[in-house]
């Protein structure tokens, strides 16, 4: 979306709304008689006040009607009238324009015109904290709605007050101006201004024993950790003690903003170091204990936040020393277990770490994974690495062949969804493993009649080349038993036109594979009849004669020295 929120911050920001809109249902009728008080008050006899409030007395009954013409609730009338609430002395005038953009904050469909924002930084500057607290969730308002320009916030000097506001010891003020931060730093342009001068006091309110302004506190440096610029900055002010403590909090939200904001930092390596010297191994702790958390973002921003750490060797060993796998096949069996097979597929990359992951019966749950879930591009394709990293080992291989991983490969060819890219790491995996005889055995055996006629509807993918040869690499190593022969014989001539494109192929490693499939083929008898004085034997005569003719020229040429080759 356009302000760069994700999904979970636009649920909190609409939540918020929702909120703020009730309490103004609430207290509309309060306004309604401030208004109707002030009007009849000698006070205002003459002046801008006194018509501008005389005006909201005879309309506020009626506002609902004003909702769909915004040019009555923003003309020059309304704008002279507020301006002169906002710089009276008396704070109940300042409340009542106040008041007025609460109302407009909620209603208001159209930019607010930048003239109508000199009032409101009068407001900010109230010496009354309620007419502050007002304006300030005014603000907020405007801001989530797009309704004002950020920039002309900070550009106007309102940061200043809005900050001061965070010394105010009231928590919904700290909250509403926690909230105005959260939204100036959605710009890039204006997060120099906020880091500069709002991170210390954003750190202390991070502090607090008050859950919303910890909440809101924590929400805002979140946001402060888009851009390295800024997140340097946080760091030199002493962000990282603090963010880590956080993970321990009871509140999920301050939980996830904090995991969040460390995962981003994370992001940085120039980083890690500060991020480690907490001592005991007591941010990995943390972030372990959270991946076991029942809030499923907080577990799954663990894993993403640990993954992030992982590219570290150093960072894997201690994980591995702190017994992660247990919480990590726990997230297996969620219903999101995306970031859990991530950070997995990293820690397997890591030969000395394989011999851990086969013993605590990683392939196991690898294989009812694959089973369950047969449409995830991102599981299938960590899946697949997975296995073949394990199968580096004798005990790798023979787990494998225990466990659900083959047939759950071989279902995933099934998949109608998956995109040609998720089929090529298949594919891949699935060649790959082949090169074990006890894995070729097994795949051989426990391939099935539909998944070998996927397997040749994909030898045909000339859109795609690389995933044709590899289909073509996994029926060449198939063992021609009889059952194979069986499941393969009604597809044999369809593989004699897609083996002929092998043949006529530029590319000499299509032509090679071309010639070992057919040498696999012609094993079954059915399959060397169809191929005698056909258009592929021909084909093969060909590529036999070109062969010789280009080994005879060869051999009239002085073979060149490895010393001048390499130069």
Known sequence: MATGFCGNCSRLLKEFTAHFRKVYREIEQQIREVFRELSQCTCFRTTPERMFLRRMTQEF??????????????????????????????????????????HLSHHLKSPLPDAFMEPVMALLLSTDLNVQKTISLSLVNLLVKNNVCKELVIEMGMLVPILELFQSGDATGQCHSCACVTMLASSESNREAITTDGIIPLLALAKSYDPQVQQSATWALLHLTQSESSIRILCQAGAIPVLVLLLQSSDSEVQFYSCTALCNIAAVQEHHPKLLSIGGHFLLKSLLTLMSSPVQKNSNQACRCLETFSKNVLIQEQLMDLDCVLPLKALLKTSSPESAITLLSALSARPPNNDILVSEGLLDEIGQLLHHHRCSSVIITHSGKIITDLCSSCEGQQAVMESLCLSGLLSALQSSTLSDETLLHVT??????????????TLSVTITSDQVSRLVKLLGQTQYPQLSYNSAAIISKLEMTGKMAQL????????????????????????????????????????????????????????????????????????????????
Not at 72 to 77: A, G, I, R
Not at 488 to 498: A, D, K, Q, S, V
Not at 509 to 527: H, R, S, Y
Not at 549 to 554: A, N, V, W
Request: charged share 20%.
């Open 428 to 441: 891949t995996h699935l060649h790959h493993l082949m090169t074990w005889d006890p894995l070729k055995s």
């Open 488 to 567: 393969l014989r009604p597809h044999y001539i369809t593989m004699l036109e897609y083996l002929l494109v092998f043949l006529k192929s530029k590319d000499v490693n299509f032509q090679q594979l071309g010639i070992v499939t057919i040498l696999n083929l012609k094993k079954d008898e059915d399959f060397s009849s169809l191929l005698a004085n056909s258009k592929l034997e021909l084909q093969l005569w060909m590529v036999h004669v070109q062969t010789e003719e280009t080994r005879r020229l060869l051999q009239k040429i002085e073979p060149l020295s490895p010393s001048s080759v390499n130069l």
């Open 61 to 102: 009954p009626s506002l609902h009607l004003l909702y769909e013409d915004e040019t009555q609730l923003l003309d020059q009338e309304s704008l002279r009238g507020l301006n002169s609430l906002a710089s009276s002395e008396n704070t109940n005038l300042q409340m009542t324009a106040a008041m007025y953009y609460l």
